[in-house]
């Protein structure tokens, strides 16, 4: 069975790469990232108040049309998106991904 399958995917490999790239995802790429820290120290109620903020400016570009997006957040959720988005660039530098991807190509 698995030699029939094999025989199937090599017959057709040339398709099933042209299939797959034209279902890719064309997605919005990187250009620039601005930051700003914000923090308020007090307020008419309370004195010694710290609360930071921080604000960032994500500028992206798809099919040559640039966005700006901006994103205020406070520092422990950038912290977890931090840590998020490290865990998914290491998952794409797996062994299996690069093979994948490998295929794919």
Known sequence: MYQDFYQLYEENSSEIRSLLMSMSLDLPHYTDLEWRLEAQ??????????QPSILLRLHTEE????????????????????????TALAEIKSQH??????GIK
Do not use: K
């Not at 099919?63 to 950038?78: F, M, R």
């Not at 991904?97 to 490998?102: A, G, I, K, T």
């Open 41 to 50: 120290l007090s307020s008419r109620s309370l004195e010694r108040q710290v």
């Open 63 to 86: 099919e040559g049309v640039p966005s700006v997006y901006t994103i205020e957040t406070d520092p422990v959720n950038l912290i977890h998106l931090t840590n998020s988005l490290e």
């Open 97 to 102: 991904c690069r093979r994948l991807m490998r």
